[in-house]
Nanobody, 117 residues
Framework: QEQVVESGGGLVEAGGSLRLSCVAS????????MAWSRQAPGKEREFVAR????????NYADDVKGRFTISRDNAKNTVFLDMKSLRPAETAIYYC??????????WGQGTQVTVSS
């Protein structure tokens, strides 16, 4: 069964840091890219960051550039999102999306990030 599982969410104070992880399975899955998005209460889901598995290129939403870093562990089909200087407005459910080389995109259940003031 193809799936991704996010972890690492939690409660953090404004200005703090958090590292999210996302593992795609099965391990034999060929990944084209993996990405993070988030959805705040009452808001639409928005793109946060993407890592292309083939080229290694990365893309970020404008408001997270310089604060968030996406990275990967190819051997483990894992992508990370290192978040720094977190803001209360960034309280949201953070979702991982794995795009296989073949087949449908895979979305996880999300992990809750709460930034307190």
């Amino acid at each position: 069964q193809e799936q991704v599982v996010e972890s690492g969410g939690g409660l953090v104070e404004a200005g703090g840091s958090l590292r999210l992880s996302c593992v795609a399975s099965p391990r034999s899955l060929s990944i084209a890219d993996m990405a993070w998005s988030r959805q705040a209460p009452g808001k639409e889901r928005e793109f946060v960051a993407r890592n292309n598995w083939i080229s290694g290129s990365t893309n970020y939403a404008d408001d997270v550039k310089g604060r968030f870093t996406i990275s990967r562990d190819n051997a483990k089909n894992t992508v990370f999102l290192d978040m720094k200087s977190l803001r209360p407005a960034e309280t949201a459910i953070y979702y991982c999306d794995a795009k296989p080389l073949f087949g449908r995109d895979i979305w996880g259940q999300g992990t809750q990030v709460t930034v307190s003031s």
